[in-house]
């Protein structure tokens, strides 16, 4: 079994990455910073091309080509600076904001193509970047995810990455999966998630533990204020004591919120994938997201991209 703490201290340059969209490269900071203040590391951060909807109107994430401000670093990778954004539009990447705020460049992965795709276009830039881990976190933990959970919203972007680190895993790559804000976004019950993170564990497959300290959280606290998160902000609430039902996504979803949302489970990919990675061993071979999309449907789930469809179906577009 991979030792994380071992794994984490050595890794000296390391490349941690929102593995949900939006929001989740706050979630990822919270692992580089803590590596960068405790084990010496030059971690870069970064995410997916996938805003949330009031961010971004149009649905799904941007490709490569709607992208501007960006410097191409392998095929759907890129690095992002803080005036990265779509092509023609006044629309930053949460990304983008997030280089303002590190005053330093981060990484943006083009989530429309397949899990192989994105695990290769990974390796070129890692190689690149000269970076020795790649860390995949997941802020809520819905990429536990089985299907059949009542509050499951947005099982496709998760699947699909969780997917492309076993294919990284498979040719070599060190990485890890992290699970950051245990039940922050609403979607799998702090419950839910922490009965999947048990069957990893009781596979072998839970690594480590770090929570969040007060440096940390004050790091956290000042991204939050530009970068546009719900989910990772429940996290540091979490920290500062805040405990009890919470309502996120303008009241239309609840959360119960507690300690255990201030720590980062990390979990052995491969270990992850055979035991709760139903999803991301479903979508595995699929060519593109929208390939992985019909799989999902097929095991009659809706996913994220099909509500950005029918939301933007119902205002006519956009």
């Given amino acids: ?80 600076g803080s005036r990265t954004r779509v092509r023609g539009r006044d629309l930053l990447f949460a990304e983008s904001r997030m280089a303002a705020f590190l005053n330093a460049p981060t990484v943006l992965v083009d989530a429309n193509l397949g899990p192989g795709a994105i695990a290769d276009g990974l390796a070129r830039a890692a190689a690149g970047l000269r970076r020795d881990l790649i860390v995949f976190v997941d802020v809520g933990g819905d990429v536990l995810a089985q299907g059949d959970e009542p509050g499951l919203r947005s099982p496709l972007c998760d699947a699909v990455m969780l997917a492309a680190s076993e294919r990284l895993r498979q040719a070599g790559h060190a990485v890890l999966l992290g699970i950051f804000g245990i039940g922050c976004d609403a979607e799998l019950t702090a419950d839910e998630v922490l009965a999947r993170i048990a069957d990893v564990a009781a596979a072998g497959g839970l690594c480590g533990v770090r929570g969040l300290t007060e440096p940390v959280a004050r790091r956290l606290e000042s991204a939050i204020d530009l970068v546009p998160t719900e989910a990772s902000a429940q996290a540091v609430r979490a920290f500062r004591g805040v405990s009890g039902p919470i309502t996120i996504r303008d009241a239309t979803r609840t959360l119960q919120l507690g300690p255990v949302a201030a720590q980062t489970f990390y979990l052995d990919v491969q270990t992850t994938i055979s035991t709760a990675g139903r999803l991301a061993r479903a979508v595995a071979a699929a060519s593109d997201l929208q390939a992985a999309n019909a799989v999902l449907r097929e095991f009659g789930l809706a996913t994220e991209l099909d509500s950005e469809l029918d939301a933007a179906g119902a205002l006519g577009g956009a």
């Fill in 1 to 80: 079994m991979i030792d994380a703490e071992l794994l984490l201290r050595r890794a000296k340059r390391p490349l941690v990455l929102g593995m949900g969209g939006g929001g989740d490269v706050v979630g990822a900071l919270a692992t580089a910073e803590t590596m960068r203040l405790y084990d010496g590391a030059d971690p870069i951060v970064g995410g997916l091309t996938w805003e949330r909807r009031p961010i971004d109107p149009v649905p799904g994430p941007r490709g490569a080509g709607e992208i501007e401000g960006g410097e191409v670093l392998a095929t759907g990778v890129m690095l992002a």
